[in-house]
């Protein structure tokens, strides 16, 4: 006689791992809706709009990988909302370029981590952050803006140069609280990494891929 045990219940720092890429995915979504509604142009509009509706095809990605598991999704994303929040609030952007700005090297300040940590969950868990880590041509929108804007105006480069450096100290500020108040976090990126300083190296190596974005963006 067999029994139905119903789905194996994912580790719980995977679930947490989850319930924060989930919440970064739904405040992606918001962002990047009320940017295109700033838009200086129906292009750039149009083009924020498709950006913001892809986030949302990864946040529904993450939530059939967690209800095949029997997590709700939004149970792994509430310990996450208020940290992730502050975050936002701390750095609103004030101008579209800004906005831009803060959407490319935001996100790919969690992208970098992700990478990192996708080879140290099990391999579906990794293929699916994988997928959710696509880019959804936000990228190459703009590098385009943004560049075309600084050669324009010295000054706004000075200005949005200044505002890069900011973003990633402050995302570094947020991330390191957000282990500091989950354990299971912690120990996680330990192991991964070898390493007893792993947070360390997660941050030299998010560092170094800001750098290279920043210049892509003509900001360095």
């Not at 880019?135 to 929108?141: E, Q, V």
């Not at 941050?203 to 290279?212: E, L, M, N």
Request: proline content about 4%; hydrophobic content about 45%.
């Amino acid at each position: 006689m067999t029994t139905d045990a119903g789905p194996a219940a994912p580790a719980p720092v995977t679930v947490e791992l989850l319930g924060v890429l989930a919440y970064g995915e739904l405040s992606a979504f918001d962002r990047l809706a009320e940017d295109a509604r700033a838009a200086p142009t129906l292009a750039g509009r149009a083009q924020l709009t498709t950006m913001a509706a892809a986030e949302i095809g990864h946040l529904r990605l993450i939530e059939d990988h967690l209800a095949g598991s029997g997590v709700a999704v939004a149970d792994a994303m509430a310990p996450f909302v208020s940290l992730i929040d502050s975050y936002h609030a701390s750095t609103a952007p004030r101008s579209w370029l800004e906005s831009l700005v803060k959407a490319y090297l935001g996100d790919g300040l969690g992208a970098d981590f992700y990478r990192e940590v996708a080879g140290w969950v099990d391999p579906a868990t990794g293929d699916l952050v994988r997928r959710v880590l696509a880019d959804t041509g936000h990228s190459a929108f703009a590098e385009r803006e943004v560049r075309a804007a600084c050669e324009a105006n010295p000054q706004q480069r000075d200005r949005l140069a200044l505002w890069g450096r900011r973003l990633l100290g402050e995302a570094i500020t947020h991330a390191q609280r957000v282990v500091a108040e989950r354990d299971g976090l912690a120990e996680f990126i330990v192991r991964g990494s070898g390493d007893a300083g792993g947070i360390s190296g997660l941050i030299k190596t998010v560092q170094s891929a800001h750098g290279r974005r920043m210049s892509r963006l003509g900001l360095s």
